[in-house]
């Protein structure tokens, strides 16, 4: 599995406090359909295993810098790996970084 970017870890602690602050003015009866369907989405995950669903990339850009070598496409930027999902009918891109992902 690829790694944590940094301040990832941060940001879904804020976001699952966030989340958990919404959930104290629901009911009883909602509050535990949220728990089971969480522990459904547990057991999903161990499921799964640690290869996730989709495929790896890599690839070269442009940064967007005014007088970069890469405007022209003379040399662009990278490797930088990316990881594609398909979700909801969606394409989902999410970049890894400069190493290449064990699994790619």
């Given at each position: ?50 290869e ?17 070598g ?13 990881h ?6 969606k ?14």
């Open positions: 599995m690829p790694k944590c970017k940094v301040g990832s870890a941060e940001r879904t602690r804020r976001e699952t406090e966030k989340v958990l602050k919404s959930l104290v003015s629901l009911p009883k009866a909602s509050l535990e359909r949220i728990r089971r369907r969480a522990e459904a989405l547990i057991q999903e995950a161990d499921c799964q295993g640690a996730p669903k989709g495929h790896y990339r890599a690839e070269y850009v442009k940064c967007g810098r005014a007088g970069c890469c405007k022209t496409g003379a040399k662009l930027h990278g490797p930088y790996w990316y594609y999902t398909r979700e909801g009918g394409l989902r891109r999410r970049y890894l970084g400069r190493s290449k992902p064990p699994g790619a």
